[in-house]
């Protein structure tokens, strides 16, 4: 077939890079992580129990208790599911949230999830799970708002997605599972990274034509809306505490 010299041929597609990060935190809280369970085994029960969410020692004045248990697992199973999800998951959404915005997640999830464990279950609980969750949501939430620039591979990742938190979500009516510091720390993950994360949308160079992404909530300019919801969350925690 000879090509018809008046019709311009199609142009070829072509792929735009989304800036990322390298998933150096996400290494970084695994190996921290993984030390503190070293440091479980090595000294025992002595020194988890500082560590585990426990109502009446919250209500005593030990605030801590809300973060900690980020850190501590009840097994070596429980730590290496945990961190195996975090592997995971850490290396796919650190890089397009960056560094601030991924630490500001991770661990505001995690809190998020031991508080919400306080206010609703008397059962003690410790394990990075609220955080984990809070990564998937903001995955999910990461997937969903750029559907259309990442085309039909990022709508396969969010039905995945979608589908994990699904199943996770049903595990966690287990016995011993504790069902709402999953549900908190998916719940915060998932409105921080609505509220702070980015928003990549494609731009064209006015001067050489080449497509490139750019992100129209540079999380500099969400500093404000940042420490405003922290502060927020902190009188409201304190006031939940005290009254």
């Not at 209500?59 to 599911?81: C, D, K, N």
């Not at 595990?171 to 990549?200: R, Y």
Request: aromatic share 14%.
């Amino acid at each position: 077939m000879i090509p018809n010299p008046e019709i311009p041929p199609a142009p070829r597609a072509r792929a735009v890079l989304v800036p990322g990060v390298k998933p150096v935190f996400t290494y970084v809280i695994l190996a921290v992580t993984c030390l503190v369970y070293l440091g479980q085994v090595i000294f025992g029960d002595a020194f988890t129990f500082y560590g585990v969410k426990i109502n009446q020692n919250i209500l005593a004045g030990e605030y801590w208790r809300l973060i900690t248990p980020i850190f501590f697992h009840a097994s070596l199973l429980h730590i290496f599911f945990n961190m195996y999800a975090l592997y995971n998951i850490g290396r796919v959404i650190e890089p397009p949230l960056g560094y601030a915005r991924f630490l500001m997640i991770y661990f505001f999830s995690g809190v998020a999830g031991g508080f919400a464990s306080f206010l609703l279950t008397p059962s003690y609980s410790l394990g990075a799970s609220g955080a984990i969750f809070g990564l998937i949501g903001a995955l999910a939430v990461f997937l969903l708002r750029h559907k259309r620039l990442l085309g039909p591979v990022g709508r396969s990742m969010l039905t995945n997605v979608l589908f994990i938190i699904v199943m996770n979500l049903a595990i966690s009516f287990s016995p011993g599972i504790d069902l709402w510091g999953h549900v908190g720390g998916l719940t915060a993950g998932a409105a921080l990274a609505w509220l702070l994360g980015p928003e990549w949308k494609l731009a064209v160079d006015p001067y050489t034509g080449t497509p490139h992404a750019v992100d129209r909530h540079p999380f500099s300019r969400r500093l404000p809306l940042a420490f405003f919801l922290i502060l927020v969350c902190y009188l409201a925690a304190l006031w939940l505490l005290v009254r």
